[in-house]
């Protein structure tokens, strides 16, 4: 009897041992896939984000005060705390513009002064370690964009264990500007966009810990206007140690698109446009009263029309970039070929029918700029002498602002050790083959970002969705571990000058090979090409 009731008690304390083994495991399965806290602390205040879609979405913090009166052309400076906590359920305005008709990314704020915001998209369930982070800049000629646009939802890569962060930054005569009074001031001037994108760079090393995110594992990103900033921000030695790895999607290198204004000292200066400007307002002297009534006009005023499309033409708008030794040094190429330039990993490349054109009125002519090479030239563009004009200009083009400058950049960066990774984009989405040449501009925005549905809708096939997935996939294995070699997929070998190959990112996927470009963008060099505009 005793026996048999010590078996019985024995039976039972071991089950209530397993069911507590059981439950602790549970309970540890529990905690490790706990939902991540909807409140945080930043330094300026606590801010809560909204759950969804297994991602918590913070939009709308500020990093900085609004630019606005007395700091309209001024570095960014720390915004007012608050007290209680901030609802973050949706974005600030994007910063003011005059949006491009016809632009894709659109923006789904009304723009205005006050726009120094930042968003983050972290995971919803909390992984007990901190995430890499990854930092979105922009393009848009840096007089357009902003980071509403669905197109730029940070969710995907959420899902993906990344914390990403998108901020904006002023554009167009807010961004870039010079006057002989703001010099007085003994202030930074000319590239107050890069002093915005140093000073959100600064907050998320301040402040990423607390929304889960490594600030000791930071990439940052961007295309167009944006891939340039990371090339400005990779020369720049007041953004070293802010971010540890670099993306450069279609960022030129060769120079910004129009000439590179130096600062100051003569009539192409940037204070020489800058009092150009203020005369376009009706204001007169150089001092402090002229920048005060500059600053004193309506937003709307100053904005004066810059877009994507009149940029070029409006009188007074310095055009982007300013050389200012401090910020912006002048065309990229130069500066790495110089030993400029954090030595950290770097993903470089272009599209196959990138942002480009030339300006010649006949085949003809445009051979013609190739001098002797001008047979070579023809052979290379037009080996079928059916190609019309505007794809010749196009190629030729894209070969000269976009695709040459990336590679010389990756010559340059791989040749001093640092570990490169060169890409083309030369997907089309389905539902535009035959109607493209290649991959425009931009049109690897909504792959990288796995956004193809907000994009294409309906007309998004099941070889988009998987070409979105691969591609983010290896940013994201990129910004882990600075190697993009995603399981799984093609191996994808560090830039070797020698050889020159890259991943392509063809209909049919990703393709580690020769630089399919390799002769045209020899010839591009070789003959000395200049860029309309320089």
């Known amino acids: 009897m005793w026996g048999g009731a010590g078996i019985r008690q024995g039976g039972a304390a071991a089950r209530r041992a397993g069911a507590m083994a059981v ?4 309970a540890c399965v529990a905690a490790h896939a706990a939902i991540a806290p909807l409140t945080v602390r930043t330094q300026y205040g606590r801010v809560r984000g909204a759950l969804g879609h297994g991602v918590i979405a913070f939009k709308g913090i500020p990093y900085a005060a609004p630019p606005q009166g007395a700091l309209r052309w001024a570095a960014p400076q720390p915004p007012r ?33 006050n726009c120094l915001y930042v968003n983050v998209w972290r995971p919803a369930h909390s992984s007990g370690k901190p995430l890499p982070v990854m930092v979105w800049i922009y393009g848009g000629w840096y007089v357009d964009g902003g980071t509403s646009p669905a197109l730029y939802s940070g969710a995907s890569f959420a899902r993906r264990g990344v914390v990403l962060v998108s901020f904006n930054y002023r554009l167009g005569n807010f961004g870039f500007f010079a006057f002989p009074a703001l010099l007085h001031e003994h202030q930074p001037a000319g590239d107050f966009a890069f002093m915005d994108q140093i000073a959100a760079l600064r907050w ?12 000791h594992n930071v990439t940052v990103f961007g295309e167009s206007a944006g ?21 450069i999607e279609s960022g030129g290198g060769a120079g910004w698109l129009g000439p590179d204004r130096p600062l100051s000292g003569g009539a192409q200066s940037a204070e020489a446009s800058g009092v150009l400007l203020a005369h376009q307002f009706g204001v007169r002297g150089r001092g402090a009263k002229a920048l005060a009534a500059l600053r004193a006009l309506p937003a709307k005023e100053v904005l004066d029309g ?17 050389v200012d030794d401090r910020l912006y040094f002048g065309p ?21 029918a990138d942002l480009g054109w030339m300006h010649a009125k006949s ?42 400058p990336a590679r010389a950049i990756a010559r340059i960066l791989s040749a001093r050790g640092q570990p490169v990774y060169a890409y083309r984009y030369s997907y089309v989405p389905t539902s535009e083959r035959g109607k493209w040449w290649g991959a425009w ?11 193809v549905r907000v994009q294409y809708g309906a007309r998004t096939s099941r070889a988009d969705e998987n070409m979105a997935r691969t591609m983010q996939r290896y940013w994201v294995a990129f910004a882990r571990t600075g190697h993009p070699d995603p399981a799984g997929e093609p191996r994808w070998p560090r830039y070797r000058a020698r050889a020159d190959r890259l991943m392509n990112f063809t209909d049919h996927g990703p393709v580690f090979e020769p630089d399919p470009y390799r002769q045209r963008l020899a010839l591009v060099l070789r003959a000395g090409l200049q860029r309309p505009g320089t």
């Not at 090393?205 to 929304?211: G, K, Y």
């Not at 810059?306 to 300013?322: A, D, E, I, Q």
């Not at 001008?374 to 030729?396: K, M």
């Not at 501009?441 to 956004?451: G, K, L, M, R, Y």
């Open 81 to 113: 705390s608050w007290r209680g906590v901030r609802a973050t359920d949706a974005f600030g305005p994007d910063c003011m513009q005059r949006p491009t008709p016809g632009d894709q990314t659109t923006l789904r704020t009304h723009p205005s002064e």
């Open 363 to 404: 085949l003809k002519a445009l051979f013609a700029e190739f001098g002797p090479y001008a047979a070579r030239a023809r052979a290379l563009f037009d080996p079928t002498g059916r190609a019309s004009l505007q794809r010749v200009s196009a190629e030729v083009g894209g070969d000269l602002w976009m695709i040459e």
């Open 23 to 26: 439950a602790f495991a549970l």
């Open 332 to 352: 990229p190429v130069r500066q790495y070929a110089k030993g400029m330039g954090a030595r950290i990993p770097v993903m470089i490349g272009t599209n196959s």
């Open 441 to 451: 501009h931009a049109s690897e925005i909504a792959f990288v970002f796995d956004t």
């Open 227 to 247: 891939g340039g900033s990371v090339n400005a921000l990779l020369i720049t030695p007041l953004a070293r140690g802010l971010f540890q790895k670099a993306i």
């Open 204 to 215: 998320v090393q301040r402040n990423i810990a607390a929304f889960g995110g490594n600030p």
């Open 306 to 322: 810059v877009n994507m499309r009149t940029r070029s033409h409006v009188v007074g708008y310095v055009g982007g970039p300013v």
